[in-house]
């Protein structure tokens, strides 16, 4: 039954293609046969728009969805933060890679004076936002879009003082620049350094090489702060953060949701043991829903649908 070759389906972004490949390698090292496949995505192709204006969570995996659901490949790769809370029906996530770092970084050019008073930074993501203005309120935030090469080139190219990128990315396609720091202050978008594979539910073959690949720890913790996110959002984007670490026989989790301007903001941390972390991530945003998170949401939709 090994001879079935497993097409794997990516995006075809340097970070897409090194993601497949690590796959391929896992796979290939169990004695599995490989082929992988890059489409792309409406998402890199439309790069003049914000992701949140484009009104569709998943607008990375769509493409790549829809060549499942026809037969065009098997499986696919994706960073786990890109994934929508709620798969489409029929595909199941089979793998959970081990995370690598979740940190944020900024990468900026020259000095850091300007932290301390004004300044200009890029960022395309509504949780890098809204978190950076919450603790320099005097700066102001742009949009920017594109693969990593591609905002990296724009940065250079502008009068930004620096742009935020998820630390994991820069650091697996080894273009991270000595001109960075760690934002370890700023909470994580749920999942952030996590690699998942989805399958077909019905492909038992796909499934069961993939679950070889699992790594359980990363996958409860990632579990847990998408149930946060999927809790707290019902399907619209907006300034979320979440964290879940191993510690010991327990899992420590931070959560945040923030205003899209930074000044109002409300968390959630706790702990929890591997044993009951099942509802634990809903239960922590359901708390702080009941203590006004809930308006804040509904008031981010109203602000991004105008």
Not at 53 to 79: C, P, R, W, Y
Not at 253 to 265: A, I, P, R
Request: with cysteine.
């Amino acid at each position: 039954m090994m001879s079935k070759i497993i097409r794997i389906g990516t995006r075809d972004s340097e970070l897409a293609l090194w993601q497949a490949h690590t796959v391929e390698k896992k796979l290939n090292d169990l004695g599995y046969k490989t082929e992988i496949v890059a489409v792309k995505s409406q998402g890199d192709l439309l790069l003049d728009k914000p992701l949140y204006e484009l009104g569709i969570t998943g607008i990375f995996t769509k493409t790549l969805d829809i060549a499942m659901l026809n037969g065009q490949v098997d499986i696919a790769v994706h960073s786990m933060k890109d994934v929508p809370t709620a798969l489409p029906i029929g595909i199941v996530q089979a793998a959970v890679l081990e995370r690598a770092n979740s940190v944020d970084i900024l990468v900026h050019k020259g000095d850091l004076d300007f932290l301390n008073s004004e300044g200009t930074i890029a960022t395309g993501s509504l949780r890098r936002q809204a978190q950076w203005l919450n603790k320099y309120p005097t700066h102001k935030t742009v949009d920017i879009r594109g693969n990593i090469n591609t905002r990296l080139k724009k940065l250079e190219e502008s009068d930004w003082k620096g742009a935020i990128f998820a630390a994991a990315g820069l650091e697996r396609i080894n273009i991270k620049p000595e001109n960075y720091i760690n934002l370890s202050w700023m909470v994580p978008a749920p999942a952030q350094g996590a690699m998942v594979v989805v399958a077909m539910e019905k492909d038992h073959f796909c499934r069961e090489a993939l679950s070889k690949l699992n790594h359980k720890e990363t996958e409860i913790c990632t579990h847990i702060e998408r149930e946060f996110l999927k809790t707290l959002e019902g399907g619209c984007s907006a300034p979320i953060g979440a964290l879940a670490r191993p510690n010991g026989t327990s899992i420590d989790f931070e959560g945040v949701l923030y205003s899209l301007d930074g000044k109002e903001k409300f968390e959630s941390k706790k702990s929890c043991t591997f044993e009951s972390y099942k509802n634990f991530g809903k239960d922590c945003a359901e708390e702080i829903l009941k203590n006004g998170a809930a308006a804040l949401m509904e008031s981010i939709r109203c602000d991004l649908k105008k």
